[in-house]
């Protein structure tokens, strides 16, 4: 067993369970009263659950990893998950910077869990067990 892949899976675990549970929550609500044509606030809540099929899905990806890394199926596939990772909390940082400036950073701080989780893929990926 990979120890940091599975650190990795429980952190991943634990973020896709805040963007389902909270996050959802958080924005479902808001979305679909905002006023938008059905149409776009529909695809923007398409948009928000294709992330939370990804969370989720690469969250199991990496559990499953973290038993077989020494086969380089699984660990091109944790290379890839991660490089996700890391790009998505890339993208909350570029879009935090353009649309509002720094002080953005720290009210989606979403990046702090995205490329951490990303950056720990990276290394598990590198360990055999």
Not at 16 to 33: I, K, M, Q, W, Y
Not at 79 to 85: A, K, V
Not at 104 to 110: A, D, K, S, T
């Amino acid at each position: 067993m990979n120890k940091t892949l599975l650190v990795t899976a429980l952190l991943a675990t634990f973020s896709a369970a805040l963007h389902t549970f909270v996050g959802t929550v958080e924005v479902e609500s808001p979305l679909l009263t905002a006023g938008l044509k059905p149409e776009i606030s529909l695809l923007l809540l398409v948009c928000w659950h294709l992330v939370t099929a990804t969370l989720i899905l690469s969250s199991v990806a990496y559990f499953f990893a973290a038993k077989n890394i020494n086969s380089i199926h699984y660990r091109l596939m944790v290379q890839f998950i991660s490089i996700l990772w890391i790009s998505f909390g890339l993208v909350f940082i570029v879009i935090d910077l353009v649309y509002a400036g720094p002080k953005m950073l720290m009210i989606l701080p979403q990046w702090i869990l995205l490329i951490p989780i990303g950056l720990l893929g990276l290394w598990g990926a590198q360990k055999n067990v």
